[in-house]
């Protein structure tokens, strides 16, 4: 990470000291944007053009759109944004995953034609400010927003520095109106926006890297031979890993830009306490499942053509989804299990709620145990670096593993990854549907404070490997 700990919050520091200063507000985006561009710079120097040639297109595009006269120049522009930004997309992101397919199929049906593969580096953050612009301009098209008006308003959406690198992916609407009136933070804010910063830190640094990282990354090691055990805590330490990682980050993101007063959308809601797989999608990632759902899954038809014409809706949003994660097919399988889960739940629906004890208690926590198993079985996917291992995994899961598997892990390091992704679901069955700031209510002041110090002396104890948030790579 070009960013350690102490350079963030030294960079963290200095922009919200100018931040602070008597300046207009004009000035203090500005200050904002030039912080944002160099925050971005600092990953790697070369991208900071591509970003900007996104803001500037689909900035005039958006603009030409709404001036447009007849809807076939409306669709050519539309046109425009799209394969710009998802040939961007695809070159960077899809190009070497491309060629490479592409040569085996060739090679397979004995055709003598050899695609030049072209290796180049994933700019950091692409895959997210471009549905950030898209959803602009898809929205202006729709009718849905107008084009802003402020250059500087539309640079600093797309740029600011909290969501840039790893979301929440922002709607447009959800941004830009912010920027109408100065925004200072108020103390209240200030102190809840740091809270939310240790809180993420410590979910990513003391329990994903911390506790779970080292015990995914023994069983899902090129060759390793888990048993059962050893791949049913690997799965639900994964489980933990990626949503204290990836919450996490979504934490210090909302909390960093409060410290600014600028409020960013939530994208996690207690995800393992889900009563299904739509549920779950509702609750995890919230800012992609919702984007995908209103540009892509709705106009694909959505719902609205019957049912056979939905659950192939349902399945190509959940396999794009899936390859939106990452140039592999185990990120596909990983998308299709999810399609697959979301269609069987659609069939089965209306059987399980004419059976009355799936209505009460019972019925719930059956619902719960059987999403999140189903979750952990495809997390399988999602971490394995190839299919070989991914199948390893899962044969030992099932009881398949060979005489020789096991070993990898002692029991006090399976007991602890059990221990602590119960705890998590413990707590988010517990406060499924309560918002962070109204937990921090209900319990006593002494316990919040001994909690936040808790987590500090836990987070400048800490020791192990430097880990890079694992949605950077996305």
Known sequence: MVFNSLTFLLFLAISLGV?????????????????????????????????????????????????????????????????????LLAFFKYGPFLSDNTNALFQALGVPLQVPRVDVVLPVAISFYTFESLAYTLDVYRGQEKPWRSFLDFSLFLTFFPHLVAGPIVRPHDFLPQCLEERRATLAQLLWGLLLLVLGVFEKTVLADGLLAPLVDTVFSPGAQPNAWEAWSAALAFSGQIFCDFAGYSLCAIGVALCFGFHLPDNFQSPYASLGFSDFWRRWHISLSSWLRDYLYISLGGNRHGPTRTHVNLM??????????????????????????????????????????????????????????????????FRAPDFGTAFTVVKAMVGGAGTGAGGLLSRLDMLLAVLTVSVLLAVQWRYRDEPLPRIFESVPWWASAGAVTAMLVALVTATGVDRAFIYFQF
């Open 19 to 87: 931040h602070a200063l008597p300046l207009s507000w004009r000035a203090r985006k500005v200050n904002l944007l030039v912080a944002s561009s160099l925050f971005y710079a600092a990953w790697n120097p070369l991208f900071l053009p591509l970003l900007w040639y996104a803001i500037t297109l689909d900035w005039f595009l958006a603009r030409a759109l709404h001036a447009a006269r007849t809807q076939a120049r409306r669709k050519v522009l539309l046109g425009v944004s799209l394969v710009s930004n998802l040939g």
């Open 316 to 381: 190509l949003t959940m396999l794009l989804g899936g390859l939106w994660h990452g140039a592999s097919w185990t990120f596909v399988v990983w998308g299709g299990l999810h399609g697959l889960f979301l269609v069987a739940e659609r069939l089965l629906r209306p059987s399980l709620e004419s059976l009355r004890w799936a209505r009460g208690p019972a019925g719930r926590f059956a619902a719960v145990a059987v999403t999140f198993v189903c979750v952990c079985f495809a997390w399988v996917f």
